[in-house]
């Protein structure tokens, strides 16, 4: 095995040791920290509430290419399920098991294994370094990523590039880079009626009645086409609920749980302004609770994707897809502050499940994309 595959599986099993189930961070931060500090790395803890949070960089002057991941990991479910216990890292049939497995430890040990050695072949590099890592993403991310960007956006720090370690690929590495995520925008409808017998509706207001039109509406809306990077935009309803329990009963009121995932076509008041004129307009008394996880952000093809494409080409022999599919993630805080950031790290197949993995045979070219990242950005 190649020096670097052992020094980055070596330290992905000793991360994947460390309970931090969110927002836990269970000592990850200060043992990358330790590996940071021998390599010039001026290491900052920004930490908020109950999340753990680090700002390292290394250099002075110039671009500033930063990676950023997360150390917390969702629960485990069912640990009898397992067929090895999540927390004590098990190589079996070609593959690294334990839970933050693929996401995103061995993101977060490749981080490391790269810098150090680009950091040994080029030891005064022009420009930046910087790792942002929270642990808080799998939680509420409230006191995370968006804690780390408020402080820097406070010094008036800009990044240049970013790329997060989120598991991307799809069958194999290096075959989908995110060049951005939609937006998510969730909503609690309540409908009001007036609650009464069923047998004497004209005593009552079904509110069920009355919201089925607009619902049906809602969901049959084509909200737009997409565009070049992002598919059209969609609304989903996830919950309904209504009544007392009983068959004989008018309910008072209806609740629905709804989520837009929506494109770079629109903006959250757009959004909430058009679901607004709908219910107006079938004219239901209502109130909505709103809730913005996120909005979309994006980056053109251009300097990093293309760094990060030639370095997957180099590395895996292919050129990667560029996509925007998937859920959020912290790149939606980061480019608020950022030029350019860009998600890229190993198969996605098991991740959040019982006996999450990733292959062994990937484990040293997601170090060494992400090394030739460094150099296509900060060496030319």
Known sequence: MPQQAASTQALAEALIRRQSVTPEDAGCLDLIAERLAPLGFTCERIDRNQTCNLWAVRGQNG???TFAGHTDVVPTGPVERWQSPPFEPSIRDGHLYGRGAADMKTSLAAFVTAIEAFVAAHPDHPGRIALLLTS????????????VVEALK?????LNYCIVGEP?????????VKNGRRGSLSGTLTVKGQQGHIAYPHLAKNPIHLAAPALAELA???WDDGNEYFPPTSWQMSNIHAGTGANNVIPGTMEVMFNFRFSSEWTE???RDRVHELLD???????IDWRLSGNPYLTPRGTLVEAISLAIDSTCGMRPEISTTGGTSDGRFIAAICDEVVEFGPVNATIHKIDERIALDAIEPLSAVYRRTLENLLLG
């Not at 993403?137 to 990523?145: I, K, S, V």
């Not at 690929?169 to 075959?175: A, K």
């Not at 307009?281 to 109130?287: A, E, G, S, T």
């Open 281 to 287: 307009r079938h004219k239901l008394d209502y109130d």
């Open 269 to 271: 008041t757009g959004l």
């Open 220 to 222: 049959v809306t084509r």
């Open 136 to 147: 808080d993403e799998e939680g509420d991310a409230t006191d995370g990523t968006i804690a």
């Open 154 to 158: 406070s010094r008036g720090q800009r």
């Open 63 to 65: 671009p500033i290419v």
């Open 168 to 176: 991307t690929s799809v069958e194999r590495l290096g075959d989908m």
